[in-house]
């Protein structure tokens, strides 16, 4: 093979190289002209047939870089028609003699396609690809996937925007925070979620049948749940990634996963709206087959703690708790209800386990199942009592929480969420007897680290219409924490959005001048100003024209002439003079170093006297950087010549 044989190759004066020649020679002194005409005699084609057209170009007044480009264009079209052919050896010759020239706009499609036939490019070339953003960025992803096998920071960096538009989503009614009822009628089947996320379906295709792009990806899916432990749909894309590799069927190491099994059931279990018998067998197996300490119970953990999962468990307990009064059965007979409760015990240890690197199975939790369930049932036993005639009405009869329910609900996470979605169960059953009583239960350090529990009240806020049922939840519980939350905050944008037209002007003033911000970083007014900004364009005449300049001050946007004037209202203390909501009394001051942080026991660092926000808000500051430019030049005939296996032109003959 005479191309993988011959001399290394002379660079040719083009480019940064040619121009760097004539800086060179020119600032050494002599005849300017005559230095610029022997580079031209230098640079300029040797061809015979070339030279006879070129006169005659000079007649009809065509410009000589014109003709050049013409024929480097010619030339690159031939050799890249060419490249397809050639062997291994002849590909890395020829890399060779064109890589030199990569920057160089007009043949840096050679070179790219040289890489792409290669299986294994050198690691010299893949550092200078990784290096600069506008090589990096027009390499085929053939070739990006070997940068990102060889440098994991870049892959890395390519997974950031796309984890960070699935797990920060900008939906204020995203189908992941609902704690649904009727999940049936509105959620989409997890494989047709999968395929219409276009983020997920990129990073499928960015791993492709690579397991090591797939081991690069997890880890680091898992690194940034570590960091950032209230992220929850990090635990969702966990799953998704093996599941949308599973559903394309493209990548045949997904079986090889030793969660696959684990996360295959979970999936079908979400798929059906809950967890039978059979599907309690195939989990069982699996546990039985895994050893305790392997990595893989973190894996699956996380699986589990995904809102998805997460949902389905407390509807499937909810559900044989129904089942289990109207049979009359013992709760600890009833393997549905046990293993359930189990599952979720064992998810909210996810973080936990991987931080510490200690994988166990979790414990049985036996006072939920001997005090928490037996107490909630007595609750749910009432709930279809007969109404009674009062002096007020036909209302239900007066409802208490027992003390030992309650204060069970306040100290355990399963019973707090269990708690959480029975009340979402009575308000879409328009039964608001316990409500409020339910409500109080939650406390800060419980409510801001429970979105789908702060979306789904405010859904089901938005369908009730009811403003009885809006002083429960908004007046006097949700607005005592919404300076606490960007998530909260966003919320109650979005309901007021939504229900504009059903509430006073008055109302509606007094709720945008409570949680109007008057104080905010940058960074989280950014965050704010969308959602403010669709708030705006909703409610339209409905504004108050008092606040109008307010609102403009907060979105940073000019005030018109006609509003500068107008005297702005005071945020009130509460919405109805009746209600004790326990807000503050001016507007939410916030801070981008105040956010919930995680501390040891658990527990989130959060005060109502300074505002603060989840972790979750923090990871959308990263970008990738872009951009070098290019200069024109080539080395066409050498290169053509290459390719048919003859000696390249010398340096002096060559263009």
Known sequence: ??????????????????????????????????????????????????????????????????????????????????IPSLSEGQLQSLLEQSYPYIKTEEVRAIPLAILSKLERIPLRFLKTLSADPQLYEECPLTVKKQIWV?????????????????????????????????????TAAPMKRRQELVE????????????????????????????????????????????????????????????????????ACIRDHQLDNRRIQELKGWFDNTSEGHFVLGDVAMAISSPYTHHMLIRTIYQSLIRIMQKDLQIKEDQILWFATHLISFGLNAHKMINQQKFTFGKSENKILDVFYPQLMKVMAQDNLPKVPTEEGVVPPPRSIDLQLEQIARQHPIARKVMMHYVLNRIHNKDYSLVEQTLALFDDRGILRENSFIQSLISQLILSKSSNLRGMILDRFLMKFHGNSIFLHRQILRYLGESHMILSMKDLTNYILQILPTEVDAALKEKLTKSWEVLFDRL??????SIIPQL??????????????????????????????????????YHETSRVRSRKDGRSDASSASPTFRDADAMSEFEIGAGYGSFIGGSMASLLKAANNEQPLPEDQAS
């Not at 997974?159 to 204020?172: E, M, T």
């Not at 339209?540 to 024209?545: A, C, E, H, K, M």
């Not at 203390?573 to 009394?585: A, E, I, L, P, W």
């Open 552 to 589: 403009y001050q907060f979105l940073g946007k000019p005030v018109p002439m006609e509003f500068s004037y107008s005297p702005a209202p005071q945020a009130p203390s509460s919405v109805h003079s009746n209600s004790d909501s326990g807000s503050s009394s001016h507007s939410p001051r």
């Open 150 to 186: 060889a440098d994991t920071a870049t892959f890395q960096q390519h997974l950031l925007p796309l984890i960070s538009a699935i797990v920060w989503p900008q939906d204020l009614n995203h189908p992941a925070f609902e704690m649904l009822i009727d999940v049936g009628a509105v």
């Open 200 to 267: 997920l379906q990129e990073i499928a295709t960015s791993i492709g049948a690579d397991v090591q792009l797939y081991n690069q990806t997890i880890h680091y899916i898992r690194s940034l749940y570590v960091d950032q432990p209230n992220a929850d749909l990090l635990c969702a894309l966990r799953a998704d990634v093996l599941m949308a590799l599973h559903d394309n069927g493209s990548s045949p190491f997904t079986d090889q996963d030793p969660s696959h099994a684990a996360i295959w059931t979970l999936d």
């Open 540 to 545: 339209g005449s409905r504004i108050n024209p």
């Open 1 to 82: 093979d005479r191309m993988a044989n011959q001399q290394p190759h002379k660079e040719f004066l083009v480019g940064t190289t040619g121009g760097e020649y004539l800086i060179e020679h020119l600032s050494k002194g002599g005849a300017p002209l005559k230095i610029v005409e022997d580079f031209r005699k230098r640079v300029s084609l040797r061809q015979q047939e070339v030279n006879k057209c070129i006169p005659l170009m000079d007649l009809h007044q065509v410009p000589r870089h014109e003709i050049y480009l013409n024929i480097t264009s010619t030339l690159r079209d031939r050799l890249l028609a060419k």
